[in-house]
């Protein structure tokens, strides 16, 4: 039975499904398909309206950020004209509430990796070693959970094409399911704390933490700092770095933790208790361009 939501402002569906923020959702003609938690939905948005089936409505207001007044959130982040015009072509685009374990497993898959390939990898631990469902005809397969992944050895996890991923999947899901941490709890932790917490985990740096709390646990401050964002950084706002350290981080493939903090903080700071947002306008703007 499809139910509705209506009067959405402002709020797009396939800018915010399109974006890089999460992996396994699928439009098939006009709807999008997709598995959080142990259950399939689909979701398509006609004018104003959200339609949507086997989901309630106040899960769908927590997953898609419903409840951020994105007025209040783009007054405070359009500082210049680069965040403006991002803002301008992409309004509607949210910030995910994502179920949190599969969220660190996506990217820690993510480390080094394009978008098709993560799907790929997250597509294969998916069908291996989570269940099948079949919804509206098509095959779905829930996430495999800690405790899944925990019992499983290298050798079946390298069958999922994770590379140098296998060991920190196999330790990070052991440390989950034998300590019995709870990724939900990070919600009501501060940000720098929530940080400090991810990092213990294997294959976790500092961008994976800042996707991770930003994508998932609501922590809207975090601005993860990656490729596309160092070159945004380094194209639009490099006055605001000595050029020296311009011209050092933009010939290199990657940052050392002392650079990308820098490049964090300046984030966190000109764009305020928001950054989240205006990084990921930035970044889906930046990205579509080229």
Same mark, same amino acid.
């Given at each position: 039975m499809k139910a509705q939501l209506s009067n959405l402002y402002p709020f797009n569906l396939d800018f915010t499904l399109s974006c890089g923020q999460a992996f396994r959702w699928n439009r098939r003609g006009e *709807? *999008?398909?997709?598995? &959080?938690?142990? $259950? &399939?939905? $689909?979701?398509?948005q006609i004018g104003n309206k959200l339609e949507f089936e086997n989901a309630d409505a106040d899960f769908v207001k927590d997953y898609f950020g419903l409840h951020d007044y994105l007025p209040k959130i783009f007054s405070q982040i359009t500082k210049d004209k680069h965040i403006k015009a991002a803002v301008k072509k992409f309004e509607g685009l949210r910030i995910l509430r994502q179920e949190p374990w599969e969220c660190l497993i996506s990217y820690i898959c993510a480390t080094y990796k394009n978008i098709p390939a993560i799907r790929q990898m997250l597509f294969n631990l998916s069908k291996k070693f989570g269940d099948k469902t079949v919804f509206d005809g098509f095959d779905f397969y829930t996430f495999p959970t800690p405790e899944r992944l925990a019992e499983v050895n290298m050798k079946e996890l390298a069958e999922c094409g994770l590379g140098y991923r296998v060991r920190y999947i196999s330790e990070t899901a052991k440390m989950v399911h034998e300590n019995g941490f709870r990724l939900e709890d990070l919600r009501k932790t501060s940000y720098e704390k929530a940080r400090k917490e991810l990092l213990n985990f294997p294959g976790v740096g500092l961008k994976a933490a800042d996707c991770v709390l930003l994508f998932s646990s609501g922590k809207l401050e975090a601005f993860p700092v990656d490729v596309w964002i160092k070159r945004i950084i380094t194209k639009y706002y490099a006055s605001h770095f000595p050029a020296e350290f311009i011209m050092k981080i933009s010939v290199k493939n990657s940052l050392t933790n002392s650079e990308y903090g820098r490049l964090n903080l300046f984030g966190r700071s000109y764009f305020g208790n928001y950054a989240g947002y205006a990084q990921e306008y930035l970044y889906h703007f930046e990205r579509t361009r080229c």
């Open positions: *709807w *999008w398909y997709g598995v &959080v938690r142990e $259950k &399939v939905f $689909k979701m398509r």
